[in-house]
Structure formats: structure tokens, C-alpha cells
T-cell receptor, first 111, second 115 residues
Framework: AQTVTQSQPEMSVQEAETVTLSCTYD???????LFWYKQPPSRQMILVIR??????QNATENRFSVNFQKAAKSFSLKISDSQLGDAAMYFC????????FGTGTRLQVFP | DAGVIQSPRHEVTEMGQEVTLRCKPI?????LFWYRQTMMRGLELLIY????????DSGMPEDRFSAKMPNASFSTLKIQPSEPRDSAVYFC?????????????FGPGTRLTVL
């Protein structure tokens, strides 16, 4: 069975600095998708970034980028120029149809 | 685009009562998912539908839970009878299966409290 592991329950970063959130997963499949979702206090699940496993190039969305290491089954999220609005729970997720979520990392951003 | 719509946003009920949660997926999406989020268990998939047909309900915790999708624009999740341990946030999500990114779009969730 596929599993997703986020080993950092909490992280903190100073405003304008860079932070990296870790995620590893386990699968025997070669074709799948990976996602990072953000959940602010409003509880809304917001898609931050996606990565197709068959693409070697790391996805980027403005200040958000990933480091996708397929052989190592690692999918970390880098947030550059952190802003106060980035404070939230971040969930890593694996998908081949269904989404399988990690346990989340709570990110605090300090001014 | 209105996004995924869920109602009610909050529900407080007493143990033993029937609870019905509602979801309207994004127009044109053909897959619908129900999730439950708790502190103890995180985000769990309860059931998902493709083209209104239930595909995998292995995540439904007990027979007290049932879900229906009578048409492409509406789904319900019913709990009968409800118990305090059902207290959680319930999310509905939809997806255009066959779309380019396989991503799911989530509704705002329903916070259920069973007293």
C-alpha cells in the first residue's frame, strides 16, 4: 500500500526567509502524481503545487517550488520569500486516482 | 466558477440523530470524493464516485455511514445514527478524471459536532 510520510510536525521561518518542508512516499508504481496542499485556519484545502512523476523537471509556482527525487521517493516543498500568509498546515499527497495524504506540517511564519 | 459547494458549513447534533451532509461538485467534473479529517487520524478517504457510481467505499467506517450520488451535480453523506466519535470535518472534493493534472478541488468542509 502507498504511504506518505511528513516527518516534520512543525516548522517555523522568519518572514522573507526560505523554508523547506519534507515529504517521502512509498509506492511500487512508476506513474503517479504528487501534490502539496495548504490548509489555513479557514480549513479550506488549497492546492499549492503539483508534480507528475514522469516529468523530471521540478515544478515551480511563483515562490513555491519542489525538489522531486523519484528514485529516493522524496518530494520536498521550498517556500521562498516567506510571507505571513503562508502560515498554515501543509499536506503532501500522492495520487494514482485517490489522494493519500501525509500527516501534515504546521508552518509558522514570524515577522 | 463557484467551486465545490458543501452544506451545511457547521452542524451540531445530538448522539443518535441522523445527519446529512451535502455536496455540489464543480460542473463538468466526473469524480467525487468524500474525506474525513480528525486530529487523531488526519485526512481519510471515505468513498469516491466516478460518473455517479461508487467505486471504492472501503474507507466508510461503519454501516452507519452511507453516501449517494443521484446525479452528476449532487451527493450526500449520511450518518445514522450519529455518535460523538463521528465529530470531524468532512470534505467533499471533485475532479475531472482524464483531465491533465489529476488534481482534486476541495469544498470548504462541514464541521460536524455530535454531542
Amino acid at each position: 500500500a502507498q504511504t506518505v510520510t511528513q516527518s516534520q510536525p512543525e516548522m517555523s521561518v522568519q518572514e522573507a526567509e526560505t523554508v523547506t518542508l519534507s515529504c517521502t512516499y512509498d509506492t511500487s508504481e512508476s506513474d503517479y502524481y504528487l501534490f502539496w496542499y495548504k490548509q489555513p485556519p479557514s480549513r479550506q484545502m488549497i492546492l499549492v503545487i503539483r508534480q507528475e512523476a514522469y516529468k523530471q523537471q521540478n515544478a515551480t509556482e511563483n515562490r513555491f517550488s519542489v525538489n522531486f527525487q523519484k528514485a529516493a521517493k522524496s518530494f520536498s516543498l521550498k517556500i521562498s520569500d516567506s510571507q505571513l500568509g503562508d502560515a498554515a498546515m501543509y499536506f503532501c499527497a500522492y495520487s494514482r486516482g485517490q489522494l493519500i495524504f501525509g500527516t501534515g506540517t504546521r508552518l509558522q511564519v514570524f515577522p | 466558477d463557484a467551486g465545490v459547494i458543501q452544506s451545511p458549513r457547521h452542524e451540531v447534533t445530538e448522539m443518535g440523530q441522523e445527519v446529512t451532509l451535502r455536496c455540489k461538485p464543480i460542473s463538468g467534473h466526473n469524480s467525487l470524493f468524500w474525506y474525513r479529517q480528525t486530529m487523531m487520524r488526519g485526512l481519510e478517504l471515505l468513498i469516491y464516485f466516478n460518473n455517479n457510481v461508487p467505486i471504492d467505499d472501503s474507507g466508510m467506517p461503519e454501516d452507519r455511514f452511507s453516501a449517494k450520488m443521484p446525479n452528476a451535480s449532487f451527493s450526500t453523506l449520511k450518518i445514522q445514527p450519529s455518535e460523538p466519535r463521528d465529530s470531524a470535518v468532512y470534505f467533499c472534493a471533485s475532479r475531472n478524471q482524464g483531465g491533465p493534472y489529476n488534481e482534486q478541488f476541495f469544498g470548504p468542509g462541514t464541521r460536524l459536532t455530535v454531542l
